[in-house]
């Protein structure tokens, strides 16, 4: 007589819950994707609003002013005051939008005595706001200051040039003053028809010493067909260049004249 054996019945599993798909998500990648989102967001809230404002806005050109915001004070009064008559004759005196102008005549003291008028002139400068100075001497050269406005240079720069400037003929003399440069100091002497004395003037140009206080001196000579140009330069020293012009330039170029 046999007797069955029956295995015990085993409990039923539970079924695994379902989770949200969110929790399902590595914690990394959805503060990742978050942090993307939101930056999103504000990213395009902020240009729907410009893109707005574009829209409703009109440009407008405001009106240009007539003069600078701050001129330049224009003393002309106290200018042509101060010009000394024995020195600077037939004096005009202006306004200009950036200071103020003199024109005149050199005397034929005033030629003499270089060193009166180098101090003259260097005062003039230094108190006002001269931006054009243009002065011409008894025997036609013309020299100018551009650019000063309550700045100068020293009357033994001025008193030298001016001198050498006379006694070799130049036609122009020119002081120039770069402020927005940190007051670069220019100087340019001209020959308008050196003719043959092209090479005496390089010698003569060799022995101007260059005062410190000045960048740069610039002598130009035109001949026939020859321009000859020497710069002194505080950087980079002197140096010498021909150029053809006139009749030689043009057949070198095969220009008709």
Same mark, same amino acid.
């Given at each position: 007589m046999s007797t069955a054996v029956t295995a015990p019945e085993q409990p039923e599993q539970p079924a695994p819950e379902k989770q949200p798909w969110l929790r399902r998500i590595p914690a990394p990648l959805f503060v990742t994707a978050y942090g993307v989102l939101v930056i999103a967001v504000i990213l395009g809230a902020a240009m729907a609003v410009g893109y707005t404002a574009d829209a409703k806005s009109t440009a407008v050109d405001p009106p240009q002013p007539e003069r600078p915001f701050n001129p330049a004070p224009a003393d002309?009064?106290?200018?042509?005051? $101060?010009?000394? &008559?024995?020195?600077?004759?037939?004096?005009?005196?202006? +306004?200009?939008?950036?200071?103020?102008?003199?024109?005149?005549?050199?005397?034929?003291?005033?030629?003499?005595? &270089?060193?009166?008028?180098?101090?003259?002139? $260097?005062?003039?400068?230094?108190?006002?706001?001269?931006?054009?100075?243009?002065?011409? $001497? &008894?025997?036609g050269m013309?020299?100018?200051?551009?650019?000063?406005?309550?700045?100068?240079?020293?009357? +033994?720069?001025?008193?030298?040039?001016?001198?050498?400037?006379?006694?070799?003929?130049?036609? $122009?003399?020119?002081?120039?003053?770069?402020?927005?440069?940190?007051?670069?100091?220019?100087?340019?002497?001209?020959?308008?028809?050196?003719?043959d004395n092209t090479e005496k003037?390089?010698?003569?140009?060799?022995?101007?010493?260059? &005062?410190?206080d000045l960048d740069r001196i610039t002598f130009n000579a035109y001949a026939g067909d020859d321009v000859v140009v020497m710069d002194n330069d505080k950087k980079t020293g002197k140096q010498t260049k021909h150029w053809e012009t006139g009749e030689a330039f043009a057949r070198r170029w095969g220009l008709d004249r």
């Open positions: 002309t009064t106290n200018i042509a005051e $101060s010009i000394r &008559p024995h020195l600077i004759t037939d004096v005009e005196v202006g +306004e200009t939008n950036t200071g103020a102008m003199l024109r005149g005549n050199l005397t034929e003291e005033a030629v003499a005595e &270089p060193e009166e008028l180098a101090s003259h002139l $260097s005062r003039l400068l230094e108190q006002n706001c001269l931006d054009t100075v243009t002065l011409t $001497s &008894p025997r013309r020299m100018n200051f551009w650019g000063f406005c309550f700045a100068t240079i020293p009357p +033994e720069t001025i008193q030298p040039l001016l001198a050498f400037a006379d006694k070799e003929g130049a036609d $122009s003399l020119a002081f120039y003053d770069y402020a927005g440069r940190g007051h670069l100091h220019y100087v340019a002497l001209n020959w308008m028809d050196a003719g003037l390089e010698r003569a140009w060799d022995r101007v010493e260059r &005062p410190d």
